[in-house]
């Protein structure tokens, strides 16, 4: 019945988390990965959970924080290049087309450090706070958000998100239209193409000049100069966290066999850069020392009715542990409350890299993946939190604890 007392507790839990979410946003600097601001808030948590946790601590990492966008200006420029050989050196044309695509697919499709080595370094954190059990510790439960915030996506501020993923949409087809017409005109013509005398392949050509505007403008996906100020996205997913391990010390809760911890990873927006440093360093450990682990990795916890565990991460090419997610997806339908299935088919979340590491982890998202005029926004802000909405989802995750806590 203990964890009874922290379910009924979750209005109480929900108005901490708006609390500390807005403390955080209005007395520190921006949090972009790496920033002093994410440092801050960090080192905030950090004395928050001390007097709750018996065992709190911090690791750093290094990050280039710019450059998991960086690769625009690779792929861009180098598109933009090729485009030019189109009118005269076709062949170069696909080559460099194929290099473009080389930084998009390493960097944002599949999440790797491409073009991290020549971007500027910062210093990030990973955070760790756990309680511990009576007994011997036979399973383990760690809540996971990321503190960092995200750099604005203007087109999405200004136009909405069916123009954003238009306009990513349009350039990956005029790419294709290019490397097509490059490839015909090899064909006709050789690996030599003159504009003037090419005839109706001209007026193709020509016709792509329609994509230049969209090729320039992927410059300006992402505004470096402006840090949104991440309530949603993702302090919710830390203050999950934090509430329950502050709602456990609240009501005496200590659990037999089932060590129960927060996970923190800082740089998120930066490329899971703090879930995989934080796998470098411990997934082996974890896998290793004889303890059933899970993990339930939260990110923007804002729509009720969007509340879901998300079975594929990572651009959907990374699958997500079935039964961390068939646990909490069974947790929500035993107190009544709506969670759906669903994928990350845009971008991804630290549960990929916890998947990724071999560790069983669980993303849990509650928000529309057609993107919301907050989402990565100036508008994403503490007064545009849901209270019911984390209400709610504290409860579902308090409910999978008890049910893992009791071998279910």
């Known amino acids: ?69 960086g690769w625009i200006y690779f792929t861009v420029s180098i598109a933009l290049a090729g485009y030019i050989c189109l009118y005269f050196l076709p062949v170069l044309t696909v080559v460099l087309f194929l290099l473009a695509f080389s930084f998009l697919i390493g960097e944002f499709l599949l999440y790797r450090e491409v073009v991290d080595p020549v971007f500027p370094k910062a210093v990030s954190h990973n955070l760790t706070a756990v309680i511990r059990p009576k007994g011997e510790v036979k399973r383990r439960v760690l809540i996971n958000g990321h503190p960092d915030a995200a750099y604005e996506w203007p087109v999405n501020y200004h136009f909405g998100g069916a123009a954003f993923v238009a306009h990513f949409v349009i350039t990956m087809l005029g790419c294709i239209y290019v490397v097509v017409l490059a490839i015909i005109s090899i064909a006709i013509n050789g690996v030599e193409f003159h504009l003037l005398t090419a005839g109706w392949l001209r007026t193709a050509c020509l016709v792509s000049l329609v994509f230049i505007p969209f090729f320039i403008g992927m410059y300006f996906l992402s505004n470096e100069r402006r840090v949104v100020d991440g309530a949603n996205d993702n302090l919710t997913g830390c203050y999950l966290g934090i509430a329950l391990l502050k709602a456990m010390k609240d009501n005496n809760v200590e659990l037999e066999n089932t060590e129960v911890g927060v996970l923190i990873t800082g740089s998120e927006e930066a490329g899971l850069r703090g879930a995989k440093a934080w796998c470098k360093e411990h997934a082996e450990e974890y896998k290793n020392d004889g303890v059933e682990t899970i993990i339930f990795s939260f990110d923007t916890i804002r729509e009720a009715r969007f509340l879901s565990v998300n079975t594929r991460d990572l651009n959907n090419l990374v699958k997500s542990d079935k039964y961390a997610c068939d646990l909490f997806k069974k947790a929500a339908d035993n107190i009544g409350i709506h969670c759906g299935e669903g994928t990350v088919p845009f971008g991804a979340t630290d549960n990929a890299a916890f998947n990724q590491a071999g560790l069983r982890s669980a993303g849990i998202t509650a928000l529309d993946h057609n993107l919301r005029n907050y989402y990565h926004t100036r508008r994403d802000t503490y007064d545009n939190l849901d209270a019911d909405c984390l209400a709610d989802t504290f409860a579902v995750l308090a409910e999978a604890i008890r049910e893992f806590d009791a071998g279910e």
């Open 1 to 69: 019945m203990d964890f009874e007392r922290i379910k009924a507790a979750k209005k109480e839990s929900a108005l901490y988390m708006v609390n500390e979410i807005t403390h955080i946003i209005k007395t520190f600097d921006k949090r972009e990965p790496g920033s002093k601001g994410e440092t801050d808030a960090i080192n905030y948590m950090k004395e928050s959970l001390e007097p709750i946790a018996d065992d709190v601590k911090t690791e750093s990492f290094q990050v280039a924080p710019r450059a998991f966008f």
